[in-house]
Structure formats: structure tokens, C-alpha cells
């Protein structure tokens, strides 16, 4: 691998700070200062940056039970970012494998493998996310039958030509719903029960194919197993 490659790797640096980081002298190859950005290294090599010691890290595979308030998006807003709960090297290459709204609570996945993560996301692959729905109003009833047969059939979103994909609901409680997604549209848990006429007070993702939450409380967060990431 080439140097400034390595760096960009290993590192904040793009490939074109390294070579000015490279230019100023600040990087050896084992013990050697070395300017070259061409410089062949490799897992054996020893790279330091002022005076640190660089390794090569590989792809990472997180789960996070997010916490309301916290935002799934690259770029730090209002609200602090969901990378930010996460104690890892080079933590700003994790994306989101899907987002959750600011407000909505419950498991979010995060990794800097973007074939894994299309696994994940692809409707072709219909994997299933459960969420736990909180409506303002209660749902039963013939209103509930209808509402099923709608889900399962396709709902027409406002904005958008194709109905959703076809959705399971079923309810814990008058007022508690658990749907069943296959793919994930903006706000499409919040618009499809608003195109029945409920307004949903609260949501919460307790599942994503075979990965469900678990006892990680709000906040935490853990890597996932190899057979975890091999089951998408």
C-alpha cells in the first residue's frame, strides 16, 4: 500500500494533507523519516506521525441503541451525532446502515462496510425492521382491519408515486402498534400511519433482520460478532 494511502487510512488526514504532512518530514517508515508519498508499506511496517505509532484498521460492524435526541446524519447539527456515543479509532468513518429520526429511539447500526451496509439496506433483500409504535389514539377494531389490509397491500405516501412495500401490523395494546418494515423511506413509519389518520407519538426500532436490541440500554453500544455480521 502506498504511503499517503496508509495515512489517509489510518488517520483524519486526506491524501492531500499527507503529502504536505509527508513534505514537512513528520512521518517515518521504520525509524526512517521518508517524504515519499509513493513509499510502499505494509502491516509489518512501523508508520508513525509525530512521533505516533499508525495501524491499519479493519472493517468495523456496530450496533447502538440510540437515544432520543441524538442524530443519525454525517454532520453535526442541532444534536450530537450517534458516532459521537462510540469509543473507536477513526469513529468518523462509521455510517449509519440506515437513519432513525432525531426523536425516534432504538437500534441503529453503523459501519465502514458499504457492501455490508447495502446488504443490510437493499428492499430487494427484505430485511425486516420491527418498530414499536405509540399512537396518540387507539387503533382496533374494524379501524384495525382495515388499517392491516392497507399495510400489507401498500399505502400511498403523500409525495410519492409507488405505494409502500408491503408491511405487517400487528398491536401489543390499543394504542401500541408493531410494524414490520422492508424498506425505509423518510419518515415512513410517521406518514404511513398518518395516511390512516393516527398520529404517532413515539417510535422506537427494536429490531433489524436477525440483530434485535437486546439489554443494551440507551446510549450503549457493541461490536458485532462475526456470525452477527455474516447472518445479513
Known sequence: MRLDKFLADTTDLT???AKKALHREEVSVDGQVTKNPATQVDADSEVRWLGRRLALVGLRYVMLHKPAGVECSA????YPLVRELIELPNVERLQT???LDV???GLVLLSDDGQWSHLVTSPKRRCGKVYRVTLSDALEGEALAEA?????EGIQLDGEEKLTRPA???MRAPHEAELTLYEGKYHQVKRMFAAIGHHVEALHRESVGPLALGELAPGEWRELTAAEVAAF
Open 168 to 170: 405487517e401490523l400487528a
Open 97 to 99: 446502515v440506515g437513519r
Open 15 to 17: 491524501r492531500s494533507l
Open 148 to 152: 392491516q389490509r392497507d399495510f400489507a
Open 75 to 78: 454532520r453535526r447539527g442541532l
Open 103 to 105: 426523536d425516534t429511539t
